[in-house]
């Protein structure tokens, strides 16, 4: 290639880079900002299984960046935002952790005094928990013992509790990682409950951590705190940390099989507005609840887990019988069986919704993942016993309960605006009768979300029935309440927003009809004064099968006189949407395919 068409490539290229070169380096530095945090994996300081094995291997996410040009280079370099997010993998099996301190050195003087965000982790492997050798947690202090430095920067903290437990020798080292040993139990009044395991908590972190300059184990930025517990075989061994104790703008906690108890020293529990509680079971997260009592949002996630593997000692004097929260605005329970299938129960949930109440619960979602009706690691007598033993009563009684308890504030004015607006019932077993009673308790609801629980094959024999799955929970005496004819009384009055997930069977009729009822009314002057009916102003559909076995313009004819569909009140200012998901299958790379039909031009939901 001559130098002329090499110049001229240069030129090209100078040319392509100019417009975002006169951009104000305020401007870059936020657009440097938003790649960085969607875009890369952050600055890790990881450990590296490769040859050789002192090798570390570090991913700053800012290394395309700065080879673009000199000027980019500039901009990071005073942007302080980007070098103060650092992750950190403190492994057993990293041997050159010492390495990488000049580069950590490095990100934090350039992330100059910006809010810290930090996460401290053994990485993927939970067993490195257990088998920390002394030698490598030397290394391991030293990088502690930097952080420290910077204790009052510290804005979101991730900290994996395995982190800071360390035997005392290499005797115990040995007795720990081949399973034989636990130690003896010791006086509860001491420092640690089990005392030949020594941890770093009680050997160095007290020193680290007690600044008399800032106010003692003061942490003044910190918003965000998520703690990580590990293996939950390994509870009993899981460290206290007791150091993390003032917290004065400490918002949201994030406990994943990281019981309280183990978090005594923290003082700021009632300025807690966001709570998520992971792998715990029904007792820890009620006590969670009733120490947070300003906590405004809660997500919960169960776990399906062999009752063996439970292994802390319960106190029954300290256990809430019933919990009352009034703060709670926002809940979310999400649960997630992946564990062995003959142990599937629902006693925690069943547990955790009878002993809860949230008189001023604006917003539930509860949903359900790996788990379909005809799961094919479960046999079906068991996937009956399980759905049968599904605690819809107590669902039922727990919504009841949030939209019918007296509150000290349901005199005031606003009282009406605690009523339950959104509901969403994400792939649960309901039955027909339970979902009913749910709706009609609940006439103040805006937004509703049902999604059946799937089924990839249908009970009829052959491939070719495999598009005609019956459905469980949305059938006809659902869309009969929900339909608004005049004859039946009205149910959820001033609901704006639908959503719904189901097989696609033969409701298309009856999803039509729904949604024109609810549209139209606003046009019945006589109905919508009388029962003061809201207008329908949005609908989801999301049809579960194979999309190549139906028409795209399934909603586009009509058996209505005017034969629009619902291409016709779309066309009038409704928003609607129809998706279909095909059980799985993948497509372009994703996990559950998913085919969004469009309808026309118009507005996306």
Same mark, same amino acid.
């Given at each position: 290639?001559?130098?002329?068409?090499?110049?001229?490539?240069?030129?090209?290229?100078?040319?392509?880079?100019?417009?975002?070169?006169?951009?104000?380096?305020?401007?870059?530095?936020?657009?440097?900002?938003?790649?960085?945090?969607?875009y890369?994996?952050?600055?890790?300081?990881?450990?590296?299984?490769?040859?050789?094995?002192?090798?570390?291997?570090?991913?700053?996410?800012?290394?395309?960046?700065?080879?673009?040009?000199t000027?980019?280079?500039?901009?990071?370099?005073?942007?302080?935002s980007?070098?103060?997010?650092?992750?950190?993998?403190?492994?057993?099996?990293?041997?050159?952790?010492?390495r990488?301190?000049?580069?950590?050195?490095?990100?934090?003087?350039?992330?100059?005094?910006?809010?810290?965000?930090?996460?401290?982790h053994?990485?993927?492997?939970?067993?490195?928990?257990?088998?920390?050798?002394?030698?490598d947690?030397?290394?391991?202090?030293?990088?502690?013992?930097?952080?420290?430095?910077?204790?009052?920067?510290?804005?979101?903290?991730?900290?994996?509790?395995?982190?800071?437990?360390?035997?005392?020798?290499?005797?115990?080292?040995?007795?720990?990682?081949s399973?034989?040993?636990?130690?003896?139990?010791?006086?509860?009044?001491?420092?640690?409950?089990?005392?030949p395991?020594?941890?770093?908590?009680?050997?160095?972190?007290?020193?680290l951590?007690?600044?008399?300059?800032?106010?003692?184990?003061?942490?003044?930025?910190?918003?965000?705190?998520?703690?990580?517990?590990?293996?939950?075989m390994?509870?009993?061994?899981?460290? @206290? +940390?007791?150091?993390?104790?003032? !917290? =004065?703008? $400490?918002?949201?906690?994030? #406990?994943?099989?990281?019981? %309280?108890?183990?978090l005594?020293?923290?003082?700021?529990?009632?300025?807690?507005?966001r709570?998520?509680?992971k792998?715990?079971?029904?007792?820890?997260?009620?006590?969670?609840?009733?120490?947070?009592?300003?906590?405004?949002?809660?997500?919960i996630f169960?776990?399906?887990?062999?009752?063996?593997?439970?292994?802390?000692d319960?106190?029954?004097?300290?256990q809430?019988?019933?919990?009352?929260?009034p703060?709670?605005?926002?809940?979310?329970?999400?649960?997630?069986?992946?564990?062995?299938?003959?142990?599937?129960t629902?006693?925690?949930?069943? @547990? +955790?919704l009878?002993l809860?109440? !949230? =008189?001023? $619960?604006?917003?539930?979602? #509860?949903?359900?993942?790996? %788990?379909?009706?005809d799961?094919?690691?479960?046999?079906?007598?068991?996937?009956?016993?399980?759905?049968?033993?599904?605690p819809?009563?107590?669902?039922?009684n727990?919504?009841?309960?949030?939209?019918?308890?007296v509150?000290?504030?349901?005199t005031?004015?606003?009282?009406?605006?605690?009523?339950?607006?959104?509901?969403?019932?994400?792939?649960?077993?309901?039955?027909?009768?339970?979902?009913?009673?749910?709706?009609?308790?609940?006439?103040?609801?805006?937004?509703?979300?049902?999604?059946?629980?799937?089924?990839?094959?249908?009970?009829?024999?052959?491939?070719?029935?495999?598009?005609h799955?019956?459905?469980?929970?949305?059938?006809?005496?659902?869309?009969?309440?929900?339909?608004?004819?005049g004859?039946?009384?009205?149910?959820?009055?001033?609901?704006q927003?639908?959503?719904?997930?189901?097989?696609?069977?033969s409701?298309?009729?009856?999803?039509?009809?729904?949604?024109?009822?609810?549209?139209?009314?606003?046009?019945?002057s006589?109905?919508?004064?009388?029962?003061?009916?809201?207008q329908?102003?949005?609908?989801?559909i999301?049809?579960?099968?194979?999309?190549?076995?139906?028409?795209?313009?399934?909603?586009?004819?009509?058996?209505?006189?005017?034969?629009?569909?619902?291409?016709?009140?779309?066309?009038?200012g409704?928003?609607?949407?129809?998706?279909?998901?095909?059980?799985?299958?993948?497509?372009q790379?994703?996990?559950?395919?998913?085919?969004?039909?469009?309808?026309?031009?118009?507005?996306?939901?």
């Open positions: 290639m001559s130098l002329g068409t090499l110049q001229t490539k240069r030129k090209r290229f100078h040319s392509a880079l100019s417009p975002i070169r006169m951009l104000h380096p305020e401007i870059l530095s936020l657009i440097f900002i938003t790649y960085f945090e969607l890369t994996n952050g600055n890790r300081f990881v450990d590296s299984n490769t040859r050789p094995i002192e090798k570390c291997k570090t991913s700053c996410g800012l290394t395309r960046l700065a080879l673009v040009c000027h980019w280079y500039e901009v990071l370099l005073e942007t302080p980007l070098w103060r997010t650092i992750t950190i993998d403190l492994g057993a099996h990293n041997k050159s952790l010492n990488l301190t000049s580069a950590i050195m490095l990100h934090l003087a350039r992330s100059k005094q910006a809010p810290l965000y930090l996460d401290f053994f990485g993927s492997k939970v067993s490195r928990a257990r088998s920390v050798d002394p030698q947690l030397d290394s391991a202090d030293g990088f502690l013992q930097i952080f420290a430095a910077e204790q009052s920067r510290w804005r979101h903290v991730r900290i994996d509790a395995g982190v800071f437990k360390c035997p005392d020798s290499e005797q115990q080292f040995h007795r720990i990682r399973g034989i040993y636990h130690g003896p139990r010791v006086n509860s009044d001491s420092e640690d409950d089990y005392s395991l020594r941890i770093v908590t009680g050997r160095l972190m007290q020193k951590f007690n600044k008399p300059d800032i106010g003692g184990f003061t942490f003044p930025l910190l918003e965000s705190l998520e703690v990580d517990g590990g293996c939950i390994l509870r009993r061994l899981i460290p @206290k +940390l007791v150091f993390i104790q003032h !917290c =004065p703008v $400490l918002q949201r906690l994030s #406990l994943s099989g990281y019981p %309280l108890t183990f005594s020293g923290l003082q700021n529990w009632n300025q807690i507005t709570l998520e509680l792998r715990l079971d029904a007792d820890d997260m009620l006590q969670a609840i009733l120490l947070c009592s300003n906590v405004v949002s809660v997500e169960f776990e399906c887990i062999p009752h063996y593997w439970v292994a802390v319960k106190d029954p004097e300290t809430p019988s019933h919990v009352v929260s703060s709670i605005r926002d809940l979310t329970i999400r649960l997630s069986l992946k564990g062995p299938k003959k142990s599937l629902w006693e925690p949930f069943d @547990k +955790l009878r809860l109440t !949230c =008189p001023s $619960l604006h917003s539930f979602e #509860l949903a359900m993942t790996r %788990l379909i009706r799961e094919p690691n479960l046999s079906f007598r068991l996937m009956k016993k399980l759905i049968s033993s599904w819809g009563d107590t669902l039922v727990f919504i009841t309960r949030a939209c019918t308890t509150t000290d504030n349901s005031s004015p606003n009282a009406e605006s605690h009523f339950l607006r959104v509901l969403k019932l994400k792939d649960l077993p309901l039955t027909p009768e339970t979902l009913l009673s749910i709706l009609k308790t609940t006439p103040s609801l805006l937004d509703l979300t049902v999604h059946e629980m799937k089924q990839h094959r249908s009970t009829l024999f052959g491939p070719l029935w495999n598009h799955i019956s459905n469980h929970t949305l059938v006809d005496s659902f869309f009969e309440a929900m339909i608004i004819d004859e039946r009384p009205i149910i959820l009055p001033h609901l927003r639908i959503e719904l997930k189901l097989h696609i069977s409701h298309e009729n009856d999803i039509e009809k729904l949604i024109r009822s609810r549209w139209e009314v606003a046009h019945d006589a109905c919508s004064e009388s029962h003061r009916v809201d329908l102003q949005c609908a989801v999301e049809l579960i099968g194979d999309s190549e076995n139906q028409p795209v313009d399934w909603f586009a004819k009509s058996e209505s006189e005017s034969g629009s569909g619902l291409y016709g009140i779309r066309d009038a409704m928003l609607i949407k129809v998706a279909w998901e095909t059980p799985g299958e993948k497509k790379g994703q996990e559950e395919g998913r085919v969004v039909i469009p309808q026309k031009d118009g507005p996306q939901v």
